[in-house]
């Protein structure tokens, strides 16, 4: 009787899994073939076709629309969001892709003095980066001794949600203690190249990398994050994301508002994204394959990183769980086609 009811909850699961996926793809289709256009009819029974014959289903098919509406042509190679959530993540990361929400182990895990971590406070008590326990009269002076404005954030926060901005007046211990686990971080003075984009705000670099099934990492895709003059900080609900040429750093012509639709300049600043290149791109790839050398047993990593004002690679997070690689591939990809993620769902065709 357990059994059977495990499995009606996970076939439940499963259902509103892939139908909330289903509605967000058919919602994006519909913004971006009003402004590209009805997308070619031969080419979404390619990926439907591609969908059920390679991948299993026709529940991963709605994604594939996405990105052949984006690309303008269907490719071999790509990975559905949701085949991504369901297959590739339990399979290529296991629990351990829990590790990237705490945030007290980013330190020692990675083994990085990019991070902008300060201090954490996590079950009832306040901790330093290598695991010192602080008097909590102590706090105020750690976090404003160098520093006129920090940044909470909420343990397994996500999508822009649970960041909180802190002064030397409004700081309170009762209000952190309400707020819960978190990490308390240095405000990041960002490059002037991503304030002429977007000043209110500092803009994240998203770099997804990867293990092969030997052990190889490698950089696959990259994008930039730039908020609206009202935003303190990058949300979902409002950024634009710009992809990258991964080879030299340059932004395309085009970024993209949450809804898919399409901008060649940042509504508020004015400033064209073509060919600017973003300063110290090298070391931003070499920095986050040398963290995730720390880690390769999670096969697939988003990292957030940004250049500060004194050319510094900085560690904003790392999302080790589902690092969402849709834009990447409806804008990139295939980004992943080496790697072979489609024949990890095999068993079950």
């Given at each position: 009787?357990?059994?059977?009811?495990?499995?009606?909850i996970?076939?439940?699961?499963?259902?509103?899994y892939?139908?909330?996926?289903?509605?967000?793809?058919?919602?994006?289709?519909?913004?971006?073939?009003?402004?590209?256009?009805?997308?070619?009819?031969?080419?979404?029974?390619?990926?439907?076709?591609y969908?059920?014959?390679?991948?299993?289903?026709?529940?991963?098919a709605?994604?594939?629309?996405?990105y052949?509406?984006i690309?303008?042509?269907?490719?071999?190679?790509w990975?559905?969001?949701?085949?991504?959530?369901?297959?590739?993540?339990?399979?290529?990361?296991?629990?351990?892709?829990n590790?990237?929400?705490?945030?007290?182990?980013?330190?020692?895990?990675?083994?990085?003095?990019?991070?902008v971590?300060?201090?954490?406070?996590?079950?009832?008590?306040?901790?330093?980066?290598?695991?010192k326990a602080?008097?909590?009269k102590?706090?105020?002076?750690?976090?404003?001794?160098?520093?006129?404005?920090?940044v909470?954030?909420?343990?397994?926060?996500?999508?822009?949600k649970?960041?909180?901005?802190?002064?030397k007046?409004?700081?309170?211990?009762?209000?952190?203690?309400?707020l819960?686990n978190?990490?308390f971080?240095?405000?990041?003075?960002?490059?002037?190249?991503?304030?002429?984009?977007s000043?209110?705000?500092?803009?994240?670099?998203?770099?997804?990398?990867?293990?092969?099934?030997?052990?190889?990492?490698?950089?696959?895709a990259?994008?930039?994050?730039?908020g609206r003059?009202?935003?303190?900080?990058?949300?979902?609900?409002?950024?634009?994301r710009?992809?990258?040429?991964?080879?030299?750093?340059?932004?395309?012509?085009?970024?993209?508002?949450?809804?898919?639709?399409?901008t060649?300049?940042?509504?508020?600043?004015?400033?064209?994204?073509?060919?600017?290149?973003i300063?110290?791109?090298?070391?931003?790839?070499?920095?986050?394959?040398?963290m995730?050398?720390n880690?390769?047993?999670?096969?697939?990593?988003?990292?957030?990183?940004?250049?500060?004002?004194?050319?510094k690679?900085?560690?904003?997070?790392?999302?080790?769980?589902?690092?969402?690689?849709k834009?990447?591939?409806?804008?990139?990809?295939?980004?992943?086609?080496?790697?072979?993620?489609?024949?990890?769902?095999?068993?079950?065709?």
């Amino acid at each position: 009787m357990r059994k059977q009811l495990k499995k009606l909850i996970h076939k439940a699961y499963e259902f509103n899994y892939h139908r909330s996926h289903k509605n967000s793809a058919m919602k994006a289709l519909k913004h971006i073939e009003r402004e590209k256009g009805k997308t070619n009819p031969m080419d979404l029974k390619l990926a439907k076709e591609y969908a059920k014959n390679v991948l299993g289903s026709n529940k991963y098919a709605p994604w594939l629309y996405v990105y052949t509406a984006i690309a303008g042509e269907f490719k071999e190679g790509w990975i559905p969001d949701n085949y991504y959530g369901e297959i590739v993540i339990p399979k290529l990361k296991g629990d351990y892709k829990n590790l990237g929400d705490r945030n007290i182990l980013t330190n020692p895990l990675l083994r990085t003095t990019n991070s902008v971590d300060i201090c954490y406070f996590i079950n009832q008590m306040f901790w330093t980066t290598d695991f010192k326990a602080i008097d909590e009269k102590n706090i105020y002076n750690l976090l404003f001794k160098n520093n006129e404005q920090i940044v909470f954030k909420i343990e397994n926060s996500s999508k822009g949600k649970g960041v909180y901005f802190f002064n030397k007046e409004n700081f309170s211990l009762i209000n952190i203690k309400k707020l819960g686990n978190g990490v308390f971080q240095n405000y990041i003075k960002q490059h002037p190249f991503f304030s002429k984009i977007s000043k209110s705000s500092v803009a994240t670099i998203r770099i997804t990398t990867t293990c092969d099934d030997k052990g190889n990492l490698s950089v696959n895709a990259g994008f930039l994050r730039v908020g609206r003059n009202k935003d303190t900080h990058i949300k979902t609900t409002t950024t634009i994301r710009i992809p990258i040429n991964m080879n030299d750093g340059a932004l395309f012509q085009y970024g993209f508002f949450p809804n898919w639709e399409t901008t060649e300049y940042h509504p508020d600043s004015e400033t064209i994204f073509r060919n600017k290149i973003i300063p110290s791109f090298e070391k931003c790839k070499t920095e986050v394959l040398k963290m995730h050398s720390n880690v390769p047993f999670i096969r697939c990593i988003g990292w957030d990183i940004i250049v500060d004002d004194q050319d510094k690679i900085r560690l904003i997070e790392w999302n080790a769980e589902h690092n969402d690689i849709k834009f990447d591939e409806a804008t990139q990809g295939p980004c992943f086609k080496e790697l072979q993620w489609e024949k990890l769902n095999i068993q079950q065709f």
